[in-house]
């Protein structure tokens, strides 16, 4: 079964930046099992989010209050998706989750924020001065 782990959470200032990274295990690696990964937030005291999206062949998606600041990419010879984010503000503070849907192509353009198959645990970010 598809495991998903996040790392690379922390404290930093407003304007700073962050990467975060989700690493996948437990199946036989992104070359043959084909997934769409979305990085999801929840902020306190709000519903989760999804905040950005990229599918099997590399299509990405954000929405807009990241658009511009975030960058979603993933390395499938590492069974990761990273996302980059700049020009953090507190509005970005939440706790961020990778989430996995299962497509059927490596050709797949696809990618949402339903359909969700597989969750990561998390990994919380705090933008405060």
């Known amino acids: 079964q598809l495991q998903l782990v996040e790392s690379g959470g922390g404290l930093v200032q407003p304007g700073g930046s962050m990467r975060l990274s989700c690493e996948a295990s437990?199946?036989?690696?992104?070359?043959?099992?084909?997934?769409?990964i979305a990085w999801f937030r929840q902020a306190p005291g709000k519903e989760r989010e999804g905040v950005s999206c990229i599918s099997v062949s590399g299509t990405t998606d954000y929405i807009n209050s990241v658009m511009g600041r975030f960058t979603i990419s993933r390395d499938d010879a590492k069974n990761t998706v990273y996302l980059l984010m700049n020009s953090l503000t507190p509005d970005d503070t939440g706790v961020y989750y990778c989430?996995?849907?299962?497509?059927?192509?490596?050709?797949?353009?696809?990618?949402?924020?339903?359909?969700?198959?597989?969750w990561g645990n998390g990994t919380p970010v705090t933008v405060s001065s």
């Open positions: 437990g199946f036989s690696g992104f070359t043959s099992e084909y997934y769409a």
């Open positions: 989430a996995a849907e299962e497509r059927w192509s490596q050709n797949s353009d696809y990618c949402s924020y339903v359909g969700v198959d597989y």
